[in-house]
């Protein structure tokens, strides 16, 4: 019989799991959906199925994947949600409790040490034709783009046993660009680059080291370069087996980050080193007009050190230098220097960076990210923020007190339409009524609201990332 669920934060508001897997063929709309926004978008998250072995070894990060799928045509929207079938949860289910725990995926039983625990519980793409639920520490898991059946891993071909969860998809050529962690033996410093074509076929992959072992979330890539930031929330397995923690913020190593020629040999990667900080998120990064290709500029969530994670010792980290805001990098390949700069572009709180993807790693003028603009706001964001990095300027749409908005998907009004224009959707949770609601907003004008809102009878829990995919 399954445990009831612990009470801990992770486990509280809209951080609890929903234990039903739904589907809605037309869900009531308020306002009207824009003609031509036909497609998908999915969102992904954790949602643990069973209670957790230790919840004090228990993490946000370590819950089952969801994906929840909105269907939009013709003005109306269909919903669907489904837990990614992965072996981990497979094995789970037939159980009747939870196998796996811990950072790694630690089985309660030594017989389990071979089984695949994978989660697939933090982003979603679109690629090659199929839609992929990712996590860093697996292989892509793919899903039926429209009934959301668990169709299993793909490693186009030979992929490492780990992957991304933030792939770089180029808009030009179609390619993905991907990294990994971890690699050569668990919360080690091996490290990978690679790409996969359009078809989906394995084209590239490369080993090499990081200086040392970290969470390395998400990476950076431009139009000419792949940049791989080693930032100090290092990996240990010593540690975690002296009952530390496996991941933890060490200031002192400093920052690393490695820039390598998309079409150069491995080894001739350059390390840039910095003053300590943390980035989950990329908006994104350009090789910049006029330098040769010597100065790469890079817009990231930089906070100034690593959220939700503790010390070396164990002692939990500061919650306010948890907070990320919106800066540029600076990286002269042709100065003599190895130092890259970090400059801050935005003073509001915020995470889950998008841009018009039409404009990944080239000089872009549009981004867009949730914010917490409220004092005491916690960690859940209120507003969706429009903003140009180069000019400061930005506009909000902010839901009400107790309220909270996801990461904001940006869609095109069409393949021809400038910049920024079109729609961006994101997953609104409605405290007063315990559900979520599909908002619709004019990317241009994000501050003058919804015009268009679709409304779930229960809640979406707080998850990651997500992807659309046009019909």
């Known amino acids: 019989m399954a445990q009831p669920y612990p009470d801990s934060p992770f486990f509280r508001g809209n951080y609890a799991p929903i234990a039903i897997e739904a589907e809605a063929h037309d869900l009531p709309v308020r306002g009207t959906i824009p003609d031509g926004l036909c497609g998908s978008l999915y969102r992904n998250g954790p949602n643990p199925q069973f209670a957790p072995l230790d919840p004090k070894a ?12 909105f269907h939009l045509a013709e003005g109306r929207v269909a919903y669907r949600n489904r837990w990614v079938r992965t072996p981990r949860w497979q094995a789970e289910r037939e159980a009747g409790r939870p196998l796996f725990g ?25 690629h090659g034709g199929q839609l992929l639920a990712l996590e860093e520490a697996h292989r892509p898991f793919a899903l039926d ?30 390619e993905m660009l991907f990294f990994a962690y971890g690699l050569g033996g668990p919360l080690g410093p091996g490290m990978a680059y690679g790409t996969v074509d359009a078809a989906g076929r394995l084209t590239r992959c490369d ?5 040392y072992a970290a969470m390395v979330h998400d990476f950076v890539a431009t139009d000419r370069h792949v940049l791989f930031p080693v930032l100090p929330l290092t990996a240990s397995l010593t540690r975690a087996q002296r009952g530390g923690p496996a991941f933890a913020w060490e200031p002192e190593k400093g920052s690393r980050i490695g820039i390598l020629k998309r079409d150069a040999p491995i080894d001739t990667m350059r390390w840039f080193e910095g003053d300590p900080c943390y980035v989950f ?10 330098s040769g290709g010597d100065v790469i500029l890079a817009d990231v969530m930089q906070s100034p050190a690593a959220p939700l994670f503790p010390r070396a010792d164990g002692r939990p980290g500061d919650p306010d230098a948890g907070t990320a805001r919106l800066h540029r990098w600076r990286f002269d390949l042709a ?9 801050p572009l935005d003073d509001l709180a915020g995470e889950f960076p998008r841009l018009d993807e039409r404009y990944a790693g080239l000089p872009n003028r549009i981004g867009f990210f949730a914010a917490s603009t409220r004092r005491n706001a916690g960690d859940a964001f209120d507003s969706i923020v429009r903003i140009e990095p180069g000019t400061g300027a930005r506009s909000l749409f902010t839901v009400p007190q107790g309220d909270a908005v996801s990461e904001p998907v940006f869609v095109p009004r069409d393949a021809a339409a ?23 907003l004019d990317a241009a004008a994000p501050e003058a609201g919804p ?11 707080y998850g990651f990332h997500g992807c659309w995919r046009p019909d």
């Open 102 to 126: 811990g950072f790694g995926g630690r089985p309660a039983d030594p017989a389990l040490a071979q089984m695949d625990a994978g989660l697939a519980n933090t982003s979603v793409v679109w």
């Open 451 to 461: 015009v268009a809102t679709a409304m779930l009878p229960h809640r979406v829990p």
């Open 58 to 69: 228990h993490h946000w990060f370590l819950g089952d994947g969801m994906v929840h799928a």
């Open 335 to 343: 100065a003599a220097t190895n130092r890259f700069t970090s400059t």
């Open 207 to 211: 080993r090499f080291e990081a200086p």
């Open 145 to 174: 783009p429209l009934t959301l059946e668990s169709l299993g891993y793909r490693d186009f071909g030979g992929l490492p046993p780990r992957f991304t969860a933030h792939p770089k998809q180029d808009p030009r050529s179609g």
């Open 281 to 290: 998120h990329v908006l994104n990064a350009w090789d910049a007009p006029g």
């Open 418 to 440: 400038p910049e920024g224009e079109g729609w961006l959707l994101a997953v609104v949770f409605r405290a007063a009524e315990n559900r979520t609601d599909l908002v619709v």
